[in-house]
């Protein structure tokens, strides 16, 4: 007897949400490697459809026509403080991969005359007072350059309890990443890193963290450089910045003997060109095994692994 299917004009068709897919998760060691992250995180708006046939007859004597639709995978990826020297960068980095992107910043769209801007969705606000049913509504992941200056109290308020809020609006709306900005030691003293600007970064980081443990991301870079605008004026960091990072690359053999010297880092830590930075945050979104803490060095390299 002939093995072959038939395929009627009455054929059944199921459509299949991707929540319905399950998987076995796939452990791997640490300390930046982790299971793949269910199917519903990591895809947006996705579904599978399936068609089969099948004649009368025993169901293991026939064979089975399957055809399955798949979407490929999109990011949509919130990025806090946006218009900023760092964020304006990762905005920019993202619109470049194909990411759709959307900002919020107390000062909306920046007064920048380049293309990438307007693929961005500027939105003026404050994360304190964020209308997140319309932020978070579909991201896939968010970005905090969140972070200033001040008396105490404003330290506190933007680099800790700003971040904090976002985070817990991030993972109440179930965004699957985090990612934040953050500092470099600098190798400093205990008694200087226990100042209000660090321990508010490691109050922040410490909420990503106990959140996100498996795919909350922290970049710790030092002096960050390129061309930075003020009030309308550029400021060419990258004069200073990049002589600088060329320089402690070539003398890194003599430099390394003095590594444990207390605030060595205030001179010998190379600095990260803020393109470098914002492909780091574009590597955390689209790898899915990236999270936990990095340093210098490994912003550079998670940089590299996205750079064409």
């Given at each position: 007897?002939?093995?072959?299917?038939v395929v009627p004009s009455s054929s059944p068709t199921i459509s299949l949400s991707s929540s319905s897919i399950t998987r076995k998760p796939l452990f791997l060691s640490p300390p930046f490697i982790r299971p793949f992250a269910p199917?519903?995180?990591r895809f947006k708006s996705r579904h599978v459809k399936c068609s089969y046939s099948r004649t009368n007859g025993e169901e293991s004597s026939r064979s089975t026509t399957i055809d399955v639709i798949a979407d490929v995978r999109s990011e949509k990826l919130?990025?806090?403080g946006g218009s900023g020297f760092v964020g304006s960068a990762i905005c920019k980095a993202a619109v470049s991969k194909g990411i759709e992107v959307v900002s919020l910043s107390r000062s909306g769209?920046?007064?920048i005359s380049e293309s990438w801007v307007d693929q961005v969705s500027w939105l003026p606000g404050d994360v304190?007072?964020?209308n997140w049913d319309e932020i978070l509504i579909g991201a896939t992941a968010v970005a905090s350059a969140v972070g200033g200056f001040g008396n105490e109290e404003q330290l506190k308020r933007i680099n800790s309890e700003a971040n904090i809020a976002a985070v817990t609006a991030a993972k109440e709306y179930g965004v699957p990443k985090f990612i934040l900005i953050s500092v470099h030691d600098y190798n400093?003293?205990?008694f200087l890193?226990?100042?209000t600007y660090f321990t508010a970064k490691r109050k922040a980081e410490s909420e990503v963290l106990s959140r996100y443990p498996s795919s909350g991301v922290i970049l710790r870079p030092t002096f960050v450089y390129g061309k930075r605008r003020v009030d309308g004026f550029e400021i060419p960091l990258d004069l200073v910045g990049e002589p600088w990072e060329k320089i402690l690359s070539a003398t890194e053999n003599f430099t390394r003997p003095l590594n444990f010297l207390p605030a060595s880092d205030l001179l010998f830590a190379a600095p990260v060109n803020v393109d470098d930075l914002a492909l780091a945050v574009i590597?955390?979104?689209t790898d899915d095994d990236m999270f936990g803490i990095f340093t210098i060095d490994q912003i550079k390299q998670a940089a590299k692994n996205v750079k064409v």
């Amino acid at each position: 007897m002939s093995m072959s299917s038939v395929v009627p004009s009455s054929s059944p068709t199921i459509s299949l949400s991707s929540s319905s897919i399950t998987r076995k998760p796939l452990f791997l060691s640490p300390p930046f490697i982790r299971p793949f992250a269910p199917l519903q995180h990591r895809f947006k708006s996705r579904h599978v459809k399936c068609s089969y046939s099948r004649t009368n007859g025993e169901e293991s004597s026939r064979s089975t026509t399957i055809d399955v639709i798949a979407d490929v995978r999109s990011e949509k990826l919130v990025v806090l403080g946006g218009s900023g020297f760092v964020g304006s960068a990762i905005c920019k980095a993202a619109v470049s991969k194909g990411i759709e992107v959307v900002s919020l910043s107390r000062s909306g769209r920046p007064r920048i005359s380049e293309s990438w801007v307007d693929q961005v969705s500027w939105l003026p606000g404050d994360v304190f007072y964020a209308n997140w049913d319309e932020i978070l509504i579909g991201a896939t992941a968010v970005a905090s350059a969140v972070g200033g200056f001040g008396n105490e109290e404003q330290l506190k308020r933007i680099n800790s309890e700003a971040n904090i809020a976002a985070v817990t609006a991030a993972k109440e709306y179930g965004v699957p990443k985090f990612i934040l900005i953050s500092v470099h030691d600098y190798n400093l003293p205990p008694f200087l890193r226990e100042s209000t600007y660090f321990t508010a970064k490691r109050k922040a980081e410490s909420e990503v963290l106990s959140r996100y443990p498996s795919s909350g991301v922290i970049l710790r870079p030092t002096f960050v450089y390129g061309k930075r605008r003020v009030d309308g004026f550029e400021i060419p960091l990258d004069l200073v910045g990049e002589p600088w990072e060329k320089i402690l690359s070539a003398t890194e053999n003599f430099t390394r003997p003095l590594n444990f010297l207390p605030a060595s880092d205030l001179l010998f830590a190379a600095p990260v060109n803020v393109d470098d930075l914002a492909l780091a945050v574009i590597s955390a979104v689209t790898d899915d095994d990236m999270f936990g803490i990095f340093t210098i060095d490994q912003i550079k390299q998670a940089a590299k692994n996205v750079k064409v």
